[in-house]
Each structure stands twice: as C-alpha cells, then as structure tokens.
C-alpha cells in the first residue's frame, strides 16, 4: 500500500459527511487532472481511466444526495453532476483538453462552496464547544460556591 492510499484511509475514518464529500470532490478533480496529463502524453488508455473513474466519483456523489430533505439544493446538485457527467463523456468523445479543463473548474468551484460549509460547520462546532464549556464552568463554580456557603455536616459539633 502506497503512502497516498494510507493517508485517504485514515482521512476516511471518523470523517464528517462533509468532508467525506469534499474527499470525493478532491479524488474527481485529481482523476481529472491525470486524465488531462495523459491527454496531453497521448495515452488514450490512461486517459480514459481517469475519466472513467471521476464519473464513477460523481456517481457516488449523486448517489447520497437525499432528494426528500435536501430540497432544492439537492435538485441543483444533481443537475450540476449530470451537467459535469456530461461533460465529461463529450471530454472524452471529442479528446478535448479544454472541455476537461472546464469540468474540474466547475467541480473546483462546488468543492470549495462545500469546504465553506465544512468551515463553518467548525465554526458553530467550535463555538458550541466553547459556549458548552463555559456553562459546564460556571455550573461547577457555582457548585462549589454553594458548598462553601453552606457548612458542611462535619464541621457540625
């Protein structure tokens, strides 16, 4: 196993819905970028893999969209992976480079709206933590206060 296996691995585990997302948008757009360098060697099979494996990527990514709770963002983003689907398979009919240029711009562009929301997913993590830490703070400072206010049955004689 290769050191970039190891590391997607233990990305994998433990991650977010989130970021699992964004991993899959990462892998798209590196498969996208191999299949442009293979264009540009002239290695059609090579090519055709990479192609082949990031509409699988977008695949998966169509696939765990929730249509029922999703709502309207949902519908956008299956559209928008049957538009990079699309234009991908053209990519590849018409051995364009510009044509994959334009799909993993597309797909850097959705990428960084779903980093946007992991960020701030963090953010009201982190400030639920820290709200969540003061309230705990403070319930044991008031805790120990009120047994210090009242005296304690061994101090009783």
Same mark, same amino acid.
């Given at each position: 196993?290769? =050191? #970039?296996?190891? /590391?997607?691995? !233990? =990305?994998?585990?433990?991650?977010?819905?989130?970021?699992?997302?964004?991993?899959? /948008?990462?892998?798209?757009? *590196?498969?996208?970028? *191999? =299949?442009?360098?293979?264009?540009? $060697?002239?290695?059609? &099979?090579?090519?055709?893999? /990479?192609?082949?494996?990031?509409?699988?990527?977008?695949? /998966?990514?169509?696939?765990?969209?929730?249509?029922? #709770?999703?709502? #309207?963002?949902?519908?956008?983003? &299956? #559209?928008?992976?049957?538009?990079? $689907?699309?234009?991908?398979?053209?990519?590849?009919?018409?051995?364009?480079? %510009? %044509?994959?240029?334009?799909?993993?711009?597309?797909?850097?562009?959705?990428?960084?709206?779903?980093? &946007?929301?992991?960020? !701030?997913?963090?953010?009201? %993590?982190?400030?639920?933590? =820290?709200?969540?830490? *003061?309230?705990?703070?403070?319930?044991?400072?008031?805790?120990?206060?009120?047994?210090? !206010? $009242?005296?304690?049955? &061994?101090?009783?004689?």
């Amino acid at each position: 196993m290769n =050191a #970039r296996m190891s /590391y997607r691995e !233990a =990305a994998v585990e433990g991650a977010s819905p989130v970021r699992l997302v964004i991993l899959l /948008y990462e892998q798209a757009q *590196e498969d996208l970028r *191999e =299949a442009l360098a293979a264009h540009r $060697r002239g290695d059609i &099979e090579a090519r055709t893999g /990479y192609i082949n494996h990031a509409i699988l990527v977008i695949g /998966y990514l169509q696939a765990s969209l929730d249509k029922e #709770r999703g709502g #309207r963002v949902a519908v956008n983003l &299956e #559209r928008f992976y049957d538009q990079v $689907r699309s234009g991908l398979v053209d990519a590849q009919f018409r051995q364009s480079a %510009a %044509a994959l240029e334009q799909q993993i711009a597309l797909l850097m562009q959705v990428h960084e709206a779903w980093c &946007e929301v992991e960020r !701030a997913n963090l953010a009201t %993590a982190g400030a639920s933590g =820290a709200k969540q830490a *003061e309230n705990q703070m403070q319930s044991a400072t008031e805790a120990d206060s009120e047994s210090e !206010a $009242r005296p304690s049955a &061994e101090w009783k004689a």
